[in-house]
């Protein structure tokens, strides 16, 4: 997995100058650096792609039967009608 990487200190200095205490300012920039382990990366989105490009094939192909089978039924009655 990719990881964002960011100059703590200059973070440090930055929170610190937006009157942030020394405390603060660390505690901020831990808590950024630790989520970092969990962000959502490219492979999160291709697995759902996965599924959901399989969801809609499958979906698909019973609206083809589906389509088929009424298709077929109108050309029966059709051709009850005239011949």
């Not at 019973?62 to 005239?82: C, D, E, N, P, R």
Request: proline share 0%.
């Amino acid at each position: 997995m990719s990881t964002v990487t960011f100059d703590t200190h200059q973070l440090i200095r930055e929170l610190r100058e937006a009157d942030f205490t020394e405390k603060q300012a660390e505690a901020v920039v831990r808590i950024i650096a630790r989520s970092q382990d969990g962000l959502v990366t490219r492979e999160h989105f291709d697995l759902k792609t996965d599924v959901l490009r399989a969801e809609i094939n499958g979906k698909f192909t019973l609206l083809q039967w589906m389509i088929g089978i009424l298709l077929a039924g109108v050309m029966s009655l059709i051709l009850k009608a005239f011949f």
